[in-house]
């Protein structure tokens, strides 16, 4: 019976979990309670508000949790009945900012009364309110943290109101519950790109993880269907959903990962002779046997129909990525970015070697690409072409140490902003920044990127360049940069 709830939580047509009150009638129906988690930020943001003269309009996109938060500070306050316009404790409630015809009549009235306002995202630009009102923006919340909390829940719900069964929803569970930490990081990525993820696209995510099915009706039956079409795996990367559904969050994400193409001669031969190499415990799994699997590709062997095992290599690639840690996925540096994370969160030094690693990669970026230098920084006045070996520019060179990180912390002790810091320059670094500056480093040419990762860096390269100093520069054969400082005088310029 939970799973017809959690199907309406789907991405289905009729999603009616976009509707509060409508997928509250299967609750009720079934006599279950509804599912909630309880997110600590909403007490620390009610005590703000209680000590604050302000009043407090919280923000966030369509499926954020505004009208639940509201509802819940609502009930602190020893309001009765919840609806748009009710006053708790003088307090009154605006449930949705965005169907107010008189939008600067309420906010003239918020500056002098108290309300708690919900706004959609953006709805606001329009009025000057930053510092007459407490703004709390729900996109700065832990997309990761929610949805383990949600996940949590779900399963248990699962655990309490459904039989078990011998069938994919169920072999789904099983996986979901022993590689849960890896989807967790996944969404984690999403945070590091911030690219906030709802807790209602959180319910369709998790919802079509564990149901997945092309068919409406599969929830119903639990019937026995094949693992390629609905395994949790690809159910993750949503290639069940429509290409429309496919391109919403976080499922545009995940197929940008390239999980399950992405792969070597290495990883692909281990998992064709895992029979051979005495490794076939790693290619053990909850949906079928590997006897299945040897069958075709022994087929494959003899004609070289790749056909025959296509599907079977992808899932056996996300197989490995999931329950085994191999990285192949498109992103080499989320481990030591998440380590990044976690040192500026908790206040912590940063490695010298990080801060070394992004001066190699903006110095290649500034001079050209066959720059070695890394314990110091040079400021190009242009970016050179990467297959240019000598480049004479005006620059300036600062000391590695000065290279520095600011920490902004959001809603919720697992969220969190990341700054580079260089004299009174500031770039946010999201993950495809940080991935950006680490390929740099290892050596990738800077015009096999996008332009965007370029716009950013000549954006934050024009806050840090200074006229005070002229130099001159060379790069020698060994990749190291030679300085030659100039002297300018009115009719004059004289190398030293």
Known sequence: MFFEILHKYGAVKDNRASYDEKV????????????EIKLDFVDSIYEEFIKSDKSLIITGSAGDGKTFILRKIFKKLGGAEFKDGAVASGVT??????????????????????????????????????????????????????????????????????????????????????????????????????????????????????????????YKKCEKEDFLDSNLYSNILGENLTSSARNKRPFEFMQMLSLGYKSSNEIDELILYADLKQNEEILKNHYFGLKE???????????????????????????????????????????????????????????????????LALNRLFLGSFVNERDDLFIGTSFKNSNERVANEIIEKLDVREIDFEFVKGNDDEYGEIYLKIKNAKMLIDLDIYEFFKRIANGSLVNSFSNEFFERIMIFKSQLISEDELILFNVDERGRVELYELELGEDYVSLQ
């Open 24 to 35: 509250s009638k299967l609750y009720d129906k079934y006599n279950i309670p509804r599912i």
């Open 93 to 218: 409630f605006v449930l949705d900012f965005t169907a107010v015809e008189n939008k600067y009549e309420i906010l003239q009235k918020a500056k002098k009364e108290k309300y708690i306002i919900a706004a959609n995202e953006g709805i606001l630009s329009d009025f000057e309110i930053e510092d007459d009102f407490l703004i709390k923006d729900l996109s700065k919340t832990s997309s990761a943290k929610n949805f383990s909390l949600l996940l949590d829940k779900i399963l248990e719900y699962i655990d309490k109101y459904e039989e078990e069964k011998d069938c994919i929803i169920f072999k789904n569970i099983k996986t979901l519950k022993e590689v849960k930490s890896k989807v967790e990081d996944l969404i984690r990525m999403c945070d590091y790109n911030y690219e906030h993820v709802t807790m209602r696209r959180l319910f369709i995510f998790i919802a079509n993880m564990i149901l997945g099915s092309k068919s409406k009706t599969l």
């Open 293 to 359: 699997f040897y069958a075709k590709r022994d087929k494959f062997l003899e004609n070289g129909d790749y056909s025959l095992i296509e599907e079977y290599m992808k899932f056996f690639r996300r197989h490995l990525y999931f329950k085994h840690g191999f990285n192949l996925i498109r992103y080499i540096s989320f481990d030591e970015y998440k380590e990044l994370f976690e040192t500026l969160k908790d206040g912590k030094k940063v490695k010298k070697s990080i801060k070394k690693e992004i001066a």
